[in-house]
């Protein structure tokens, strides 16, 4: 813990002493006062009276002082950071923020202008699908450029990338659940990764997805880019006849355009192939919340 933790805690156990110490004396004057029979000793009792509950008031007052003072948090700005302009307007699901307090930009734009005030911590928002260098590396180094003109940097909290929302399952089952039949799968095509491993993302939505699916129900993940397993493999290996392709992106752009398997693809393996909006987009009737 740190040694500003620790005077804070002191502090508070000195305002609780002294809150503790004032009522006690207070009660105990007002029980002497019951027995007090000289007006002059009465009215020194109930001076002594207003005088303890002005102090119990006192360090009260310092006690909430101290708790927000240690929470700034209360007092706290929105960074919204989407990959390009076109994701700048949506929303972290689930999260209500007042409007002044939000600030948008997008990767490729970080200017001074853009960012919060630096007199209070700063919550990030990272609308991403995948986490990775874009998501991590890259952004800190943009904020800090951001700020570097600034006197000194807020603490910033880093939120987790839209793609790990559990919003995003349930937003997929609502609309997929009408869709489905028994000769039906749903495959899943996110963008492969620069780095070694795959992304966690894509697969845990996969997941969340199975388990809000009727029991049974197909859902395979495929890449496009480097990542295996790739995309149009997975579809040749499916077992459904008629697959639901959900593209796991932000918006729509050259990806959905050139790199998703598409009808002629599937028409070649005899399956039928159904495009369904990207992810991020079924969220856009709960953000009116």
């Known amino acids: 813990m740190s040694a500003r933790a620790n005077r804070g805690r002191?502090?508070?156990?000195?305002?609780?002493?002294?809150?503790?110490?004032?009522?006690?004396?207070a009660v105990v004057c007002g029980l002497r006062m019951g027995h007090v029979q000289d007006a002059s000793h009465a009215a020194h009792l109930r001076?002594?009276?207003?005088?303890?509950?002005?102090?119990?008031?006192?360090?009260?007052?310092?006690a909430v002082f101290l708790i927000y003072a240690a929470h700034r948090h209360w007092r706290r700005?929105?960074?919204?950071?989407?990959?390009?302009?076109?994701?700048?307007?949506?929303?972290?699901?689930g999260v209500l923020m007042p409007p002044r307090r939000v600030f948008r930009c997008h990767l490729h734009h970080l200017t001074p202008e853009d960012m919060p005030p630096a007199d209070a911590p700063v919550l990030v928002y990272p609308?991403?699908?995948?986490?990775?260098?874009?998501?991590?590396?890259?952004?800190?180094?943009?904020?800090?450029?951001a700020y570097a003109?600034?006197?000194?940097?807020?603490e910033l909290f880093f939120q987790p990338v839209l793609g790990a929302s559990p919003w995003l399952a349930q937003a997929a089952a609502a609309h997929l659940q009408p869709l489905l039949s028994p000769d039906c799968g749903v495959l899943v095509v996110a963008h492969g990764s620069e780095l070694p491993e795959a992304p966690p993302e894509p697969?845990?939505?996969?997941?969340?997805?199975?388990?809000?699916?009727?029991?049974?129900?197909?859902?395979?993940?495929?890449?496009?880019?480097?990542?295996?397993?790739?995309?149009?493999?997975?579809?040749?290996?499916?077992?459904?006849?008629?697959?639901?392709?959900?593209?796991?992106?932000?918006?729509?752009?050259?990806h959905t355009s050139r790199d998703l398997p598409t009808q002629q693809d599937a028409r070649i393996i005899g399956k039928t192939l159904q495009r369904l909006p990207v992810v991020a987009a079924l969220l856009t009737p709960q953000q009116k919340t």
């Not at 076109?86 to 699901?93: E, Y």
């Not at 003109?149 to 807020?154: E, I």
């Not at 845990?204 to 295996?228: A, D, T, W």
């Open 127 to 145: 609308m991403f699908m995948l986490s990775g260098r874009s998501s991590g590396e890259k952004l800190e180094r943009m904020l800090r450029r």
């Open 10 to 25: 002191l502090w508070m156990l000195l305002c609780a002493m002294i809150f503790v110490a004032a009522v006690t004396g």
């Open 47 to 62: 001076w002594l009276i207003y005088a303890h509950f002005f102090l119990s008031q006192l360090a009260l007052a310092a």
């Open 203 to 254: 697969a845990l939505f996969c997941r969340r997805l199975r388990e809000l699916l009727p029991p049974g129900s197909e859902v395979q993940l495929g890449f496009f880019g480097n990542q295996l397993p790739d995309a149009h493999a997975v579809l040749r290996g499916m077992r459904a006849q008629h697959v639901l392709l959900l593209p796991f992106l932000i918006t729509e752009g050259v």
């Open 149 to 154: 003109g600034m006197p000194h940097m807020p």
């Open 77 to 93: 700005s929105y960074l919204i950071v989407s990959y390009n302009e076109r994701g700048m307007q949506l929303n972290p699901p």
